[in-house]
């Protein structure tokens, strides 16, 4: 067995060594938490992925044991890699979360906000990272760019208007599929993801874009409008697929099979399989298989209690997680702090109520059963 | 008279073809670098050179040179970065234009000092003519035995390709350039992997701007350390300015790094003064990317020393009161230019030419370009300027290549000095639709021209 070189890098105050040649955002992701820099464009899966959103940027401030100074611009965290020494500040560097709100208002000022009718909506990277970082108004005051939607082929649609080019639907197509038909025209803010001429995109794998994608510019047709995400209950599944491992998450209502996704992890990418790849899952898998027949259920998903799909995920006992909470570890102590305590204005909002454990919908009941 | 190197013989008839060229004292540097000298001899006379980029960095060359990856049995490149779309930056055509063989002279060389068997000319697509000559050069130096296979018996192959862009600015930015030249979209790499290690097809590659790869032909014959005397401090040899705007006589010139910015502007040897009696009102001194400054900031530093035509002058004072080089286009503003307006030409310029990878430059330099149209046209509003700072201090650092940075530059530079005619343009918006802000205290105290 080879020796793998591990450095010690400090993120946030928090030491941990990895192996040499890692990320600082995989170092940072190591340790979880608020400690990882959100990351819109980079995906672990995709090779050459990262770079572009720019809002994983964190401060260097100590270069590494060898080379101390700090490096003189904020670098992108998922293409930047450690140093032996080095020390990063993320969520404890004003420049950092000055320029992350930068970056946020920029990918929001030619958004259309259009969550309401956007199935993406909860489930969207977006959406999170404007409620961390973002602010409750805009300051741009002009028409907002729009763009023509499209048809991708029988079951995908492209809304240009809400992509935020990001690059990992393009890297998707070159890397899964055989002949790459869609990329990026044009430049600077017009610039838009497209096929050449309009061709559709038929390919086993091509449906993969779907989750790739951070924001609802890719949307899958079988499951337009049909439902919201967060009504929806996760449910892990498999098959017998001969194209692909056939490892999914079904989207369920009732009995009734949604849509079907691969498996995320707790950043949002797709899971690897046991066997170490990654869990890819094939276009007949994703949009033909709907009926819970089709496949055998293994279980409820585990879903970050924090998300709000939680609120539909009557897990009971198994299922969700408990998040680490990181904030006040890097705070020296400090807790977050608060505008305002919820629960003290709030009639259902009770810490000791845990919703996931709930049997079912949260109904008053549950609340007064536990004021006893 | 200042020292030519480079355009002395720009203008001797039929210049431009061998024969006459290798007349008047052509390709003996390559004789020279083949023939006496090996490829670590060229590098060394060109850092003792000094010789700095010309393309607008200002990296010094021979340092560049000696960072290049020397893998084993790995093809290694030169690049010469001829895409010149800077607004304000036309030098390099004229000396691709006028006289070609002096480029295709200081490709050999450096090619030899690189290893390059394969060298490669990127030039900007609407250079479509200088293609033409540029490939006719290159023909009539295979002929004469200066490309191909074992130049002048030296064992050491060369063949230079030109390709043409396809109208992008950005492709001017390194990496993207490299992208371009291997067949993809032009968008800038991140670094690293820097081009001295994986740079074109992930072989070791040095990308060099058209003047910088011409200055090795004079480095070569007179010396590194001759060459070096010329000059002043860190800013050796001579530089092309492309001289522009409100000047008598806007053209190309070659200066020795010694003349102070008032006698480029006023002396009739160069720039000759500006027309119809005039005043200075600013000036861009190295194209459109470097912040712009107010006449009395140009012709003085902060310190009240008169400012040199020279790296270290021109950015005395930061950014806060100096400038910078650049690629050298001289832009010069009379009293009768906006600087408002002036600002949002720049503005739209980089919108129009980012590549739109990286969220700040992709949506913050249209942003800016849409609050400069508003205040331009009085429907702007005092916290427009505010927030005009705010998204340029929010794009710059944070991009991928330095086109954010150039879209920020020139916004903030604007705001710093010349605020007063951004609150005018909020304050009076009928009047500013009429008539001009003209001078402002900024400009004083004007200068008596000299010469
Ligand atoms: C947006 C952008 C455009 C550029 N355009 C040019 C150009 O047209 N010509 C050029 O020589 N350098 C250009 N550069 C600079 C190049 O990236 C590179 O620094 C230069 O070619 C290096 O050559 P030098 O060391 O000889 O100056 C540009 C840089 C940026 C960021
Ligand atoms: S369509 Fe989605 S995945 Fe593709 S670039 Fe846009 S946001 Fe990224
Ligand atoms: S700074 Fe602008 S031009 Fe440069 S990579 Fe980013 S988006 Fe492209
Ligand atoms: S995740 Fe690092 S720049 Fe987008």
């Not at chain 1, 464009?41 to 809002?55: F, H």
């Not at chain 2, 008047?24 to 050179?49: C, D, Q, T, W």
């Given at each position: ?6 450095f010690?890098?400090?993120i946030?105050?928090i030491t941990i ?6 990320t ?5 992701r190591?340790?979880?938490?608020d400690v990882?820099?959100p ?6 899966k ?10 994983c940027l ?8 060898k080379?101390?100074?700090?490096m003189p611009?904020?670098?992108a ?7 032996d020494?080095?020390e ?11 320029a ?8 929001l000022?030619n958004?259309p906000?259009d969550?309401?009718i956007?199935d ?6 977006l ?5 961390e970082?973002?602010?409750?108004s ?6 907002r760019r ?10 995908i649609?492209?809304?240009?208007t809400?992509?935020?080019?990001c690059?990992?639907c393009?890297?998707?197509?070159d890397?899964?599929?055989?002949k790459?038909e869609?990329?990026v025209l ?6 838009e ?6 061709k559709?995109l038929?390919n086993?794998f091509?449906g993969?874009v779907?989750d790739?994608c951070p ?16 009504f929806?209950?996760?449910?892990d599944?498999?098959?017998d ?5 056939g490892?999914v998450?079904?989207?369920n209502?009732g ?7 691969a ?9 690897d399989?046991?066997?170490g ?12 298989k709907?009926?819970?027949?089709d496949w ?7 879903i970050?209690?924090?998300?709000v ?15 680490t909470e990181?904030?006040a570890?890097v705070?020296?102590?400090r807790?977050?702090?608060?505008l ?10 009770k810490?000791e109520v845990?919703l ?15 004021n006893? | 008279?200042?020292?030519k190197?480079?355009?002395?013989k720009a203008?001797v008839?039929?210049?431009?073809y ?8 052509g ?11 090996n490829?670590?001899?060229?590098v060394?006379?060109?850092?003792k050179?000094g010789l700095r980029?010309r393309?607008g960095?200002?990296?010094?060359a021979?340092?560049k ?8 049995g790995v093809?290694r490149h ?6 010149e779309?800077e607004?304000g930056t036309?030098?390099?055509?004229y000396?691709?234009?006028?006289i070609?063989h002096?480029?295709i002279e ?9 290893g ?5 000319i ?10 033409d000559i540029?490939?006719e050069?290159?023909?009539e ?19 230079i390709?030109v390709q ?7 492709c001017?930015?390194?990496t ?8 993809k979209?032009?968008?800038?790499r ?10 074109v097809?992930?072989?070791p590659t ?5 003047e910088?790869?011409a ?13 070096a ?5 860190r800013?050796?040899g ?5 001289a ?6 806007p053209?190309v010139y070659?200066i020795d790094?010694t003349?102070?910015v008032?006698?480029f502007i006023?002396?009739d ?11 200075l ?5 190295g194209?459109?990317?470097v912040p712009?400054?107010p006449?009395n900031?140009l012709?003085?530093t902060?310190k ?10 021109l950015s ?11 690629s050298?286009?001289f832009i ?5 230019q906006?600087?408002?307006r ?17 969220s700040p430059?992709?949506?913050g330099?249209?942003?800016?370009e849409?609050?400069l ?19 340029q ?5 944070n991009?991928?290549?330095?086109l ?14 010349f ?19 003209g001078?402002?205290?900024?400009a004083?105290?004007?200068h008596?021209?000299v010469?």
């Amino acid at each position: 067995m080879s020796e793998q070189q591990l450095f010690k890098v400090t993120i946030d105050n928090i030491t941990i060594e990895v192996p040499a040649g890692t990320t600082i955002l995989n170092a940072a992701r190591k340790i979880g938490g608020d400690v990882a820099p959100p990351a819109m464009c980079y995906y672990s899966k995709l090779e050459g992925s990262g770079g572009k959103c720019r809002t994983c940027l964190v401060e260097v401030s100590k270069g590494s044991e060898k080379d101390p100074r700090p490096m003189p611009k904020l670098v992108a965290s998922c293409r930047t890699t450690i140093m032996d020494g080095m020390e990063v500040k993320n969520i404890t560097s004003e420049k950092v979360l000055d320029a992350r709100a930068g970056v946020v208002e920029f990918l929001l000022i030619n958004h259309p906000l259009d969550c309401p009718i956007c199935d993406q909506a909860g489930e969207c990277h977006l959406q999170d990272l404007s409620y961390e970082h973002g602010s409750e108004s805009t300051r741009y005051e002009f028409q907002r760019r729009t763009f023509k939607k499209h048809d991708l082929g029988p079951h995908i649609q492209l809304h240009m208007t809400r992509c935020i080019l990001c690059y990992r639907c393009v890297f998707t197509a070159d890397q899964l599929t055989q002949k790459r038909e869609h990329g990026v025209l044009d430049r600077g803010d017009h610039a838009e993801i497209a096929t050449f001429i309009e061709k559709s995109l038929d390919n086993d794998f091509i449906g993969n874009v779907i989750d790739v994608c951070p924001v609802g510019a890719l949307t899958d047709k079988t499951f337009r409008f049909k439902n919201r995400v967060w009504f929806l209950k996760p449910m892990d599944a498999h098959r017998d697929c001969p194209t692909c491992s056939g490892r999914v998450t079904l989207w369920n209502r009732g009995d009734e099979v949604y849509r079907v996704t691969a498996r995320k992890d707790e950043w949002g990418e797709i899971e690897d399989t046991p066997e170490g790849k990654p869990g890819w899952i094939c276009n007949t898998c994703r949009f033909e298989k709907k009926k819970t027949s089709d496949w055998i259920i293994e279980g409820p998903r585990n879903i970050n209690r924090h998300s709000v799909i939680a609120q539909g995920h009557y897990a009971g006992k198994i299922g969700t997680n408990k998040p680490t909470e990181t904030f006040a570890a890097v705070n020296d102590g400090r807790k977050p702090h608060l505008l305002m305590d919820i629960h003290s204005v709030s009639q259902v909002n009770k810490p000791e109520v845990k919703l996931s454990l709930i049997d079912g919908p949260a109904h008053s009941d549950a609340f007064k059963k536990n004021n006893d | 008279m200042s020292k030519k190197l480079l355009l002395e013989k720009a203008h001797v008839a039929g210049i431009r073809y061998f024969d006459v060229y290798r007349k008047e004292g052509g390709y003996r540097s390559v004789e020279k670098a083949l023939k006496e000298m090996n490829p670590e001899a060229i590098v060394e006379e060109v850092k003792k050179s000094g010789l700095r980029g010309r393309g607008g960095a200002g990296f010094p060359a021979g340092m560049k040179w000696s960072f290049i990856a020397k893998p084993e049995g790995v093809p290694r490149h030169l690049v010469c970065n001829a895409d010149e779309s800077e607004p304000g930056t036309f030098k390099d055509r004229y000396l691709m234009e006028f006289i070609p063989h002096l480029l295709i002279e200081g490709l050999i060389v450096s090619s030899f000092a690189l290893g390059s068997n394969d060298t490669y000319i990127y030039i900007r697509g609407e250079y479509a003519w200088i293609v033409d000559i540029l490939e006719e050069a290159i023909a009539e130096a295979h002929k004469n035995g200066f490309l191909g296979k074992n130049i002048l018996g030296s064992g050491f192959d060369c063949n230079i390709h030109v390709q043409r862009g396809a109208g992008a600015y950005i492709c001017g930015e390194e990496t993207a350039l490299i992208e371009s030249l291997e067949g993809k979209r032009g968008n800038p790499r991140i670094k690293p992997p820097f081009p001295a290690v994986k740079g074109v097809w992930d072989r070791p590659t040095v990308v060099n701007n058209v003047e910088t790869l011409a200055a090795v032909v004079p480095i070569i014959n007179m010396g590194g350390d001759e060459y070096a005397k010329i000059g002043v401090g860190r800013s050796t040899g001579t530089k092309l300015i492309s001289a522009c705007g409100n000047i008598n006589k806007p053209g190309v010139y070659e200066i020795d790094m010694t003349i102070s910015v008032e006698e480029f502007i006023y002396s009739d040897e160069y720039c000759g003064g500006i027309p119809n009696g005039k005043r200075l009102k600013a000036c861009i001194p190295g194209g459109s990317s470097v912040p712009i400054l107010p006449a009395n900031l140009l012709l003085k530093t902060a310190k009240g020393e008169t400012r040199y035509m020279n790296y270290e002058s021109l950015s005395d004072g930061g950014f806060a009161t100096g400038s910078m080089m650049g690629s050298g286009g001289f832009i010069v503003l009379d009293e009768d230019q906006c600087v408002v307006r002036h600002t949002l030409t720049l503005a739209r310029f980089y919108r129009h030419e980012s590549c739109g990878q990286c969220s700040p430059c992709r949506e913050g330099t249209g942003w800016m370009e849409k609050i400069l149209k508003n205040i331009e046209t009085g429907k702007g509003k005092m916290s427009d300027i505010d927030l005009l700072w705010d998204i340029q201090r929010k794009i710059e650092g944070n991009t991928i290549c330095p086109l954010g940075d150039a879209a920020a530059w020139p916004v903030a530079a604007a705001i710093r000095h010349f605020r007063d005619e951004f609150e005018w343009h909020v304050n009076n918006p009928d009047e500013a639709q009429k008539r001009n802000y003209g001078l402002a205290h900024y400009a004083d105290p004007i200068h008596v021209p000299v010469a």
